[in-house]
């Protein structure tokens, strides 16, 4: 597709499950961002990718969360022994680079994840 | 750069000006942003204006900076219903990781027809 493509786009789990959370950024994007919107907040940024390697995970909240981008393209969020407090939509970015520019982030339509 | 303040909500009827106002707080970000969503769709950016910049003018948006009161406005001429959406103001404070944008809350526009 020509966009950030996301799945799934909503997820309901129980606390304490295990959840993975797919992001294919646009062809050619070297630079991937993912960022969690708790309802009525604004996006806040989780980890940065540039290429394979996470240049910048200080934003993820605790070590439950993890994420991979091993081929450089798709990448995968993942949440370990989920909280009612991890319930929140996901979202996903790339862009072109990450070096100095519009900082044109094309984002995904997010994940809306539920923790029961 | 994590309190980029906005008001939550706005109101105008239908072919009058909007103006949303958002404080930001490096005063030395780079780079301003104006995000918008719309229900079930991603974050889409509107328009951008660099920090050595005043003003930007974009067909129906105005973006006005004043960095001294590190202020930021975003002002769509002709309000339509289709501009009814959330409204997002980013900043990249200098030093930051680039594409690590700061949001405030979202203002939530309402266009009356």
């Known amino acids: 597709g020509a966009g950030v493509s996301q799945t799934p786009s909503n997820k309901v789990t129980e606390k304490g ?16 961002y993912w960022y969690r919107q708790s309802l009525g907040q604004g996006p806040e ?23 991979v981008r091993p081929e450089g393209s798709v990448s995968t969020l993942k ?4 909280e009612r407090g991890d319930s929140a939509v996901y979202l996903c970015a790339s862009s072109l680079n990450a070096g100095p520019g519009t900082g044109e982030l094309f984002f995904g339509e997010g994940s809306r994840l539920t923790v029961l | 750069g ?39 769709a991603g974050l889409q ?10 003003m930007k003018q974009d067909q129906r948006l105005t973006v006005l900076l004043n960095k001294k009161d590190k202020h930021l406005s975003l002002r769509i001429a002709d ?15 200098r030093g930051s990781t680039l594409g690590r944008l700061y949001f405030g809350r979202g203002t939530q526009l309402t266009v009356w027809p």
């Open chain 2, 45 to 54: 950016l509107l328009t951008y204006i660099f920090s050595n910049m005043d």
């Open chain 1, 17 to 32: 499950k295990y959840v993975e959370l797919r992001c294919d950024p646009i062809s050619g994007h070297t630079a991937l």
């Open chain 2, 79 to 93: 309000t339509q219903t289709g501009d009814s959406a959330i409204y997002f103001c980013a900043e990249i404070p």
């Open chain 1, 79 to 82: 949440i370990q022994r989920t």
């Open chain 1, 45 to 67: 940024f989780l980890i940065y990718f540039q290429g394979t390697g996470a240049a910048d995970d200080s934003g993820l909240p605790n070590d439950r969360f993890f994420a």
């Open chain 2, 2 to 40: 994590e309190d980029v303040e906005q008001s939550l909500f706005l109101s105008v009827r239908e072919g009058d000006s909007s103006v949303i106002n958002c404080t930001y707080t490096d005063s030395s970000s780079t780079y301003l942003y104006w995000y918008k969503q719309e229900p079930g």
